[in-house]
């Protein structure tokens, strides 16, 4: 498995149609006719994307987006949690839009994902780590990462109202850093390219009422048809 930056707008939009695939498969979201799911926010320069490529082909993907005065997808479910920790001090990372084409992934292939995408929180001096994951996945987070959980479970409408609970982790804390899956994130160099990951234009930015739950609209306005056709 070879584990990269996506670094042009055809890497970004392999990863998210990656994403569409694997939630429409588990009945998580709606069709669209552009066969792309991501989430407004992540249509930022604070934003990286994560590929697994196996025999020159996507396999996985994860991505992950700084906190900024635009804020970050869990807002929109735990937005009192999240300005607690804010007013903590602390400089949030969201990750999200995981997904997996190989159906029933290794514990590893998820840790090594998640291992990649905190190393852009390290890259980016943002170390307090936030998730939305189902509830039966939380002692998965708890035990491998260090993940805790910040208030109650809420149904994800944004994913035909699938059960969502907020985790968080402080990754400089010694009790997650101790983690086996973690002690590499701090302690050995990577060759993961962030400084030239892709960067949309931040004049495009379109807001969660802009967007209406459609990439159709976020694609019609930041990038024309030949735009498109030579991506």
Not at 11 to 22: I, S
Not at 158 to 184: M, S
Request: charge should be positive; include cysteine; proline fraction near 3%.
């Amino acid at each position: 498995m070879n584990y990269k930056v996506a670094s042009t707008l055809t890497e970004v939009l392999d990863a998210w149609c990656l994403v569409y695939n694997q939630y429409l498969k588990a009945a998580l979201i709606s069709p669209n006719r552009m066969s792309v799911f991501t989430f407004p926010e992540y249509i930022s320069n604070n934003a990286a994307v994560i590929l697994g490529k196996k025999m020159g082909y996507t396999v996985c993907t994860v991505s992950a987006l700084l906190d900024s005065e635009r804020g970050l997808p869990l807002d929109n479910y735990y937005k009192k949690e999240l300005d607690t920790l804010r007013k903590d001090g602390r400089k949030l990372i969201e990750i999200g839009l995981l997904a997996d084409a190989r159906g029933s992934s290794q514990v590893q292939d998820i840790v090594d994902l998640m291992q990649c995408i905190a190393k852009f929180g390290v890259y980016s001096d943002h170390h307090d780590f936030v998730i939305g994951v189902n509830p039966r996945r939380l002692n998965f987070f708890k035990e491998i990462f260090g993940f805790k959980a910040l208030g109650v479970v809420k149904d994800y409408g944004k994913l035909q109202a699938a059960p969502v609970v907020l985790l968080f982790a402080h990754g400089k804390e010694l009790a997650t850093i101790a983690k086996a899956a973690n002690a590499k994130i701090y302690f050995e160099p990577t060759e993961l390219d962030f400084a030239n990951r892709h960067k949309f234009n931040p004049d495009n930015f379109i807001s969660p009422l802009e967007f209406k739950d459609t990439v159709e609209v976020f694609i019609r306005k930041i990038w024309n048809s030949a735009t498109l056709q030579s991506a």
